[in-house]
């Protein structure tokens, strides 16, 4: 495959971080456009790597900032929006996707690879619905597309036992909102290899790839073994669904929205998938067994030597 010019919205986060890498070794020059490039410089040790500011919601702009690139990857996605009446999900998946579908043909940019979420459109959350509308928008869009629809997706910096690991190292009690939801979470160097892939080969052109790991494994599940991997005696209360719509209420106003009611309808719907996407693109998917207690301890050891090195600063 001949390395081109690609152009990355919303490559500067978790996934990005592992796909920019990914893709930047087979040789590709990539730009990864951000809202503030200056919080988001580390992706730049890359000699082929530039990250620009841009505004991606304007049409003009992004137009320019897309033009003479090869393929386009939009990757932007908020599981969160300000208020609660879907419109700011709306605008980061579907207007967005509009837009970047319109630079797209404006500049003469043939190739659009897009994320996605494994079972949007099932359920009534504002999350899925909109993903579903922005894969309308890009299979609709003529364009030589290709759609990743992953589960949870896990690997060092990840939201999922990142964030349950810091949770539980300050809570004695997790009290649990649809705590037997399921997931088949997938490993983020699997997601970058995928992105890889398809670039590489025509045949994924006008694909939809579910991208989900080996093991079904749910909330609970996944909490109770983070705190075994982290080393902690923990209480993990599902909680009723009852309880559970009153957490995601209140969790709206707590800062960072830890829950909200939109994820709570998210979580109505198992995140598992049907058809092997990793599998069609050569891709045998790795277990979360090999990666996270390596990823865990890691963080705990680089956690106790920051305490440590605060301990003994200097006055
Ligand atoms: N992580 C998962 O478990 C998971 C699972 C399924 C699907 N996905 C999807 O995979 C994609 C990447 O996930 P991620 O975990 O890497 O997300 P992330 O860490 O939140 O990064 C997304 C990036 O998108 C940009 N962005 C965020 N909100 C935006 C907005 N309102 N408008 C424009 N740009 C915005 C940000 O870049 P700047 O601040 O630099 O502009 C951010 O770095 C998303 O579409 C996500 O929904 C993720």
Partial sequence: MKPRKIVI???????????????????????????????????????????????????????????????????????????????????????????????????????????????????????LRTRFDAESRVRDSRLDWTLFRPSVIFGPGDGLFFRFASLLRVAPVLPLARADAKFAPVYVGDVAEAFARALAHPHSVGHSYELFGPRVISLREIVQWTAQLIGKRRWVIGLPDVLGKIQARVGEWLPGKPISRDNFKSLLIDSVGDKDGLGELGIVSTPMEMIVPAMLSADERQGTLARYREQHRPV
């Fill in 9 to 127: 919205l919303g490559g500067t986060g978790f996934v990005g971080s592992h796909m920019v890498p990914r893709l930047h070794a087979d040789g590709h020059q990539i730009t990864v456009l951000s809202r503030n490039r200056e919080l988001n410089l580390g992706l730049t040790v890359l000699p082929r790597v530039r990250v620009e500011n841009a505004d991606v919601y304007n049409l003009a702009h992004l137009t320019r900032k897309v033009a003479g690139a090869g393929a386009v990857i939009n990757l932007v996605g908020i599981l969160n929006e300000r208020g609660s009446d879907g419109s700011g999900f709306r605008k980061a998946h579907v207007e967005l996707t509009e837009t970047v579908v319109a630079a797209c043909k404006a500049a003469g940019v043939p190739r659009l690879l897009q994320m996605s979420a494994l079972r949007a459109g099932e359920g009534a959350s504002h999350y």
